[in-house]
């Protein structure tokens, strides 16, 4: 056999061995991509031009229930069986609290609000410590702070709401108008109005100043998120219908109604309220506010129930209840 045969059998070899090493390479990336995704408990994500890429997989193998940015946008907090503050955007694990969600910061983001059971507990997040503790009537479930940070609402497994003074930790208000649990809350930018949405399919809009309802807007099933605009005109809920509802705060009218392949489970204005995000157990979606147009969407990992944009709009986070 002569030397250039050779050299050309040795680099046939040469290329076949590389283009299987490149096909075992491509096949255990996406068998790690599956596993990841399928264990994956909480994701940040950045969003540019093409849509949403992902950051970091900051968690495996816990339910994230909630996710909330501190005002300044340098740490991320995750609920579930704990509550885990994160320092963004290395993702690092900085302080871990013995809690549960849901969890809110406070406008200045020195306090933050955690449930446990029964009862929201307020904490200092320089060093750890308890500030106060508001007694709600049952199973806390969600948890928002007004515009100024002088209130707090909690919102419970029964449908009962509270309305709390949060510097003195005195009761303003318990409101009475929801059958079932109280899913998410919400003040208006203006501090004037609170929102609740409620697994018996209402939303109701309520007076922060006197506790007086105001309406009462449906969806077909259980609704899920609701939060407002940030120049505070629309007021948007999501459902296990599958749709998003965007309503007028004015008048309560139905602006627009947005439809996804299956039930809502968290939506997010941008902090410029040029987008709308959602996600539901397959799909994470972007829409854009002035007309519905759906801008992005893609599978994302497994069962993902809460998503959030950072104070920049530069991130997002979405918690997952992972497979076990």
């Not at 290329?15 to 994956?40: G, Q, Y």
């Not at 994701?43 to 229930?65: S, T």
């Not at 106060?132 to 969600?142: G, N, P």
């Amino acid at each position: 056999m002569s030397r250039r045969l050779v050299t050309l059998v040795i680099i046939a070899t040469i290329v076949s061995i590389m283009a299987t090493i490149t096909i075992v390479v491509s096949f255990i990336h996406k068998i790690w991509s599956k596993w990841t995704e399928a264990f994956a408990s909480l994701k940040l994500l950045r969003i540019n031009n093409d849509g949403v890429v992902l950051v970091k997989i900051l968690l495996y193998g816990e339910d994230v229930d909630f996710v909330a940015f501190s005002p300044n946008g340098k740490l991320l907090a995750s609920g579930g069986i704990d509550i885990k503050l994160w320092q963004i955007p290395k993702g690092h694990l900085i302080k871990i609290l013995k809690e549960n969600s849901p969890i809110a910061f406070s406008p200045d983001g020195k306090i933050l609000a955690t449930s446990w059971r029964d009862t929201v507990k307020l904490w200092r997040i320089v060093d750890s410590s308890l500030v106060r503790i508001l007694k709600h009537t049952d199973q806390v479930t969600s948890i928002a702070f007004s515009p100024d940070g002088l209130l707090i609402a909690s919102g419970g497994e029964g449908g009962i709401i509270k309305i709390w003074r949060a510097t003195e930790g005195s009761l303003m208000y318990t409101l009475k108008g929801h059958s079932e649990k109280v899913s998410s809350i919400a003040f208006s930018p203006d501090g004037q109005l609170l929102a609740s949405g409620s697994w018996e399919g209402t939303v109701k809009v309520w007076w922060v100043a006197n506790g007086g309802l105001i309406r009462v807007l449906r969806h077909a099933d259980c609704v899920t998120s609701i939060t407002f605009s940030p120049d505070g005109k629309l007021l948007a809920s999501g459902g296990e219908d599958g749709t998003i509802r965007l309503w007028a705060t004015q008048d309560g009218k139905l602006v627009r109604e947005l439809r996804q392949e299956c039930g809502i489970t968290s939506i997010a204005f941008s902090p410029d309220g040029r987008l709308l995000a959602c996600v539901d157990f397959i799909f994470l979606t972007l829409y854009r506010v002035r007309d519905g147009y759906k801008l992005y969407q893609s599978r994302h990992g497994y069962r993902a129930i809460t998503i959030t944009f950072s104070p920049n709009g530069r991130f997002l986070a979405t918690g997952h209840i992972p497979k076990r």
